[in-house]
């Protein structure tokens, strides 16, 4: 996805990072302006978060001049990989792999790992503002549903913090959440960016 950016958009790119789970054996093939990061699937590892620093990094060097191009597939939801403060990557890596394993639905478990990320559910798109933001979405999910491919890191979410508890509680998962996870989605908690947002409207 992101040769064919720079196929269309060539020199105007000033700054680009990329986070894939390979790289091909003959190279990126991109210009000496892009950092090529490898993150881990389906499991985000170290590897993810450090890719994932990176990337919000550079979101924040964006200002209303620039026009921000954020390329999304299947798979990123673990590649883009940022727990939210308190919350620890064993604590992450545990939660996915609880819900890998509980047979829920990939809207179930991208609603969750929302809410304990801070770039999911629209928050890379909150990191990059003022900046426009064009995404361009690789669906992996029936019925393209945006806010869960990759875990929506661009977009409004429509799932809320009472969904998560009740996806926890369904799956039986809630008791034994780390208490960083469950300080996440408590009532009081601030919810992740909706569709209604602002920022989200000049996009």
Request: hydrophobic share 40%.
């Amino acid at each position: 996805m992101a040769r064919g950016v720079v196929k269309i958009l060539g020199s105007s790119i000033a700054e680009g990072v990329v986070v894939t789970k390979e790289i091909p054996t003959q190279g990126h093939g991109l210009p000496s302006c892009f950092s090529v990061f490898l993150g881990k699937h389906p499991t985000p590892d170290q590897s993810s978060v450090d890719a994932t620093n990176a990337v919000l990094s550079l979101a924040a060097k964006a200002t209303s001049r620039d026009l921000v191009v954020v390329c999304i597939s299947g798979g990123g939801s673990a590649l883009l990989c940022a727990p939210k403060n308190g919350v620890t990557l064993e604590d992450m890596q545990m939660v996915t792999q609880d819900l890998l394993a509980s047979g829920c639905t990939i809207q179930e478990k991208n609603a969750v790992l929302k809410h304990i990320s801070r770039v999911k559910g629209g928050q890379l798109r909150a990191n990059i503002d003022p900046a426009m933001c064009v995404s361009l979405v690789l669906s992996d999910v029936v019925g393209d549903p945006l806010d869960t491919i990759a875990s929506g890191p661009t977009v409004g979410d429509t799932s809320t913090i009472g969904e998560c508890a009740e996806i926890l509680a369904k799956y039986h998962m809630y008791g034994r959440l780390p208490n960083a996870v469950k300080a996440c989605i408590a009532p009081n908690a601030i919810d992740t960016p909706k569709p209604s947002g602002p920022m989200f409207a000049k996009d």
